[in-house]
C-alpha cells in the first residue's frame, strides 16, 4: 500500500506533513516526499511482533533492499512502539529539530540487521513520520 | 582511546558511555553487558563528509563484516542527536559495542579523517 500523505493546519509548530505508511515491510517506499525533505520524528508500532524489525532508512530514490547501504538503521525492540527524535546542529551551534535528506527519502523494513535482508516482518509494522518544513 | 561512563542522576538514562575519538576501531562492550539506549549523539563537525555511527548489539563486533544493529548518519561538519523511544529506551540485550566509518551499511573499515565524537546515554 502506498504512503499516504497528510496537510497538517497552518500554525502546525515544526511541520505541517505527516507521512503514514501502513504496510510498512520489505518492499521499499522509494522518495516518498519527490526528493530533499527534513525528517522531525518517526514513530513505529512493533506491537504486533514478537521478534525484533530493522527500519532501513535511505537517502536515495531508488535503494534496493537487501543491496544498497542504508543510511540510518533504527532498531525495532519487540512488541514495543518505537518512537526516534532528530536534530542536528551546525558549527555555529544553530540547533534543528529534523535531520536533512539531501537526494530522497526512501524506506523498508526487514528482519535483519546491517545491510542485508529482503524478508519482511511477520506483520507488517506501521510507520509515521513527522515532516518539518 | 578508550571509552569512559559519566554517571547521570534521572531516569530516563544512568550515565553516558563517550568515546572522544570514535573511528573504525572498534569499541567492544563498552557497558559490560545489557545496555538500554535513550539517546545517541555524534559530533561530525571535525569533517566534511559524512560519518556513520554504527552501534551493535553484540559483545564483539567485526567491524565492516557483523551487522550492526543501529546506524546513525551525521553529515559533513553537522552534530546529529536521535532519542530513542523517551523515557523507554531500546534495549541491547548482549552488549553495546561502537564505530565510526566513512560508509553506510554494513560494510566500510574506513575512519574519518578527524575523529568523531560519539556519545551514547544508556541504562
Redesign the interface.
Known amino acids: 500500500m502506498a504512503v499516504t500523505r497528510t496537510s497538517l493546519p497552518t500554525g502546525v509548530a515544526g511541520g505541517r506533513t505527516i507521512l503514514h505508511d501502513a504496510d510498512t515491510d520489505e518492499t521499499a517506499e522509494t522518495d516518498v516526499m519527490g526528493g530533499a525533505t527534513k525528517v522531525n520524528i518517526i514513530v513505529v508500532d512493533n506491537t504486533v511482533n514478537a521478534a525484533i524489525e530493522y527500519l532501513k532508512i535511505w537517502d536515495a530514490k531508488g535503494p534496493t533492499v537487501g543491496t544498497t547501504a542504508p543510511d540510518f538503521i533504527l532498531e525495532l525492540p519487540a512488541s514495543q512502539v518505537c518512537i526516534f527524535e532528530f536534530e542536528e546542529e551546525d558549527s555555529t551551534g544553530t540547533v534543528v529539530e529534523y535531520v536533512t535528506f539531501a537526494t530522497a527519502l526512501s524506506w523498508a523494513c526487514v528482519t535483519a540487521a546491517g545491510t542485508a535482508g529482503t524478508t519482511g516482518p511477520t506483520t507488517a509494522v506501521k510507520m509515521w513520520v513527522h515532516i518539518a518544513d | 582511546m578508550a571509552t569512559t561512563q559519566i554517571g547521570l542522576g534521572n531516569s530516563i538514562g544512568t550515565k553516558w558511555i563517550e568515546d572522544l575519538d570514535a573511528d573504525a576501531t572498534s569499541e567492544a562492550d563498552t557497558n559490560s553487558g545489557a545496555a538500554t539506549i535513550h539517546e545517541v549523539y555524534v559530533d561530525n563537525?571535525g569533517n566534511t563528509a559524512?560519518s556513520?555511527l554504527k552501534l551493535y548489539?553484540a559483545a564483539a563486533p567485526t567491524i565492516g563484516t557483523?551487522?550492526?544493529?543501529?546506524?546513525?548518519?551525521s553529515?559533513a561538519?553537522?552534530?546529529?542527536?536521535?532519542?530513542?523511544?523517551?523515557g523507554?529506551g531500546?534495549?541491547f540485550a548482549t552488549g553495546l559495542s561502537m564505530a565510526c566509518v566513512t560508509?553506510?551499511?554494513?560494510?566500510?573499515t574506513t575512519s574519518p579523517t578527524s575523529d568523531v565524537v560519539a556519545r551514547v546515554r544508556v541504562s
Do not use: Q
Open positions: 563537525t559524512a556513520f548489539n557483523t551487522a550492526p544493529d543501529i546506524i546513525i548518519r553529515r561538519s553537522i552534530k546529529t542527536r536521535v532519542y530513542m523511544t523517551p523507554l531500546h534495549a560508509a553506510a551499511g554494513t560494510a566500510g
